[in-house]
């Protein structure tokens, strides 16, 4: 059975820096590209970024764009966001996902965690 399991959420002030991590177990995660989603209250989910499976490609969101880096342990099976510069705007639940592309349908057929709450105040 696959599992995702997202940490590291919380609250932090506006321009302050959060890492968030995601745990998989129960697939071969070298051959998964890994990606992290948000939603906000009200909103659809949003991409946010998405790793290759080797690690070699990333890509960003234009709103994360700059200040949040995806990076991926294939020795740990874990995948990581560090945030940035975090604003108001990066409220949101965070979920991480797995699939064989690192694309939005890629991730959006592949396996997702439960999601970790991030809460940024200004």
């Known amino acids: 059975q696959v599992q995702l399991v997202e940490s590291g959420g919380g609250l932090v002030q506006a321009g302050g820096s959060l890492r968030l991590s995601c745990a998989a177990s129960?697939?071969?995660?070298?051959?998964?590209?890994m990606g992290w989603f948000r939603q906000a209250p009200g909103k659809e989910r949003e991409f946010v970024a998405t790793?290759?499976?080797?690690?070699?490609?990333?890509y960003y969101g234009d709103a994360v764009k700059d200040r949040f880096t995806i990076s991926k342990d294939n020795a740990r099976n874990t995948v990581s966001l560090q945030m940035n510069s975090l604003t108001s705007e990066d409220t949101a639940v965070y979920y991480c996902a797995a699939g064989r592309v690192p694309s939005i349908s890629g991730m959006m057929s592949g396996y997702w965690g439960q999601g970790t709450q991030v809460t940024v105040s200004s």
């Open positions: 790793i290759s499976w080797s690690g070699s490609r990333t």
């Open positions: 129960g697939l071969s995660f070298i051959n998964y590209a």
